[in-house]
């Protein structure tokens, strides 16, 4: 984002002029500012959808707490890996954006952000659903939340957010950078390609993973779950 502004020197009020006169000339050079600056549209979105992710992750950093990786396979070299090199990998769009100075239509961009939006939403509020729940199970607001029990003295959710599909939250996330794909329609780029493929390999990876040693853990349970939610990722394809 620093590098991609470009801000036009503006000339200094003078101290003597009176607080309308100041106020006036502020609005000037605000509007100078605005109309003047030079900038990469496509770049500007994308780093900002970025941003905005990175500070979603961290807010909610808690809600990892209820996720299926710490609770059953703790910090490993996995997700070490992924910590370390999912922000390189999602900083090689935006790079290529700015240094190519790629343009992309703002209708293309409207339909990014409004893909970015749905997945983030997805993605938060099904964790934030499972971690809630997960921690005041007797909360009156989850009356009406309908569960499967196990018999690990488990209960696993099949309503709302987790009504559709197995993994809403994963759902969420490749929703996001699918998203990104589109600005490489209109100059492709195969490092930054690589780089989203790898992301949404790794969440497909996990989607799979995930499924099949709950199935070993849950054995009869996941059975009836599986019946009940029948689909991983995708309603009605996969």
């Known amino acids: 984002l ?6 036009p020197v503006i000339e200094n009020a003078s101290e003597a002029s009176p607080i309308g006169e100041l106020i006036k000339q502020t609005y000037r050079n605000l509007l100078f500012v605005v109309q003047n600056s030079e900038y990469n549209l496509a770049a500007l979105v994308i780093s900002t959808f970025l941003i905005i992710y990175a500070l979603d992750s961290l807010v909610y950093e808690h809600h990892l707490a209820s996720s299926y990786q710490i609770n059953e396979e ?3 070299a996995e997700l070490l890996l992924r910590l370390a090199s999912i922000p390189f990998l999602v ?8 240094t190519q100075n790629v343009q992309v239509c703002s209708c293309a961009l409207a339909a990014i952000g409004l893909f970015f939006i749905l997945g983030l939403v997805i993605k938060r509020c099904s964790n934030c ?6 921690l005041h199970p007797s909360d009156p607001k989850f009356k009406d939340l309908i569960t499967l029990p196990t018999f690990q003295n488990r209960r696993l959710i099949i309503s709302r957010w987790w009504s559709k599909i197995r993994q809403p939250n994963l759902f969420g996330e490749i929703l996001i950078h699918t998203a990104f794909l589109l600005t490489l329609a209109y100059k492709f780029d195969l490092a930054s390609f690589i ?6 390999a790794y969440l ?19 059975a009836r779950y599986v019946a009940t939610i029948k689909y991983n990722l995708l309603p009605r394809v996969y």
């Open 204 to 222: 497909i990876y996990r989607s799979v993973g995930i499924n099949r040693k709950n199935a070993l853990k849950y054995e009869s349970s996941w």
């Open 195 to 200: 780089g989203i493929i790898a992301i949404l």
């Open 2 to 7: 620093f590098k991609n502004v470009t801000v």
């Open 74 to 76: 703790g910090c490993g």
């Open 129 to 134: 659903l499972k971690y809630e729940y997960h």
């Open 91 to 98: 900083s090689l769009l935006p790079r290529f954006l700015f």
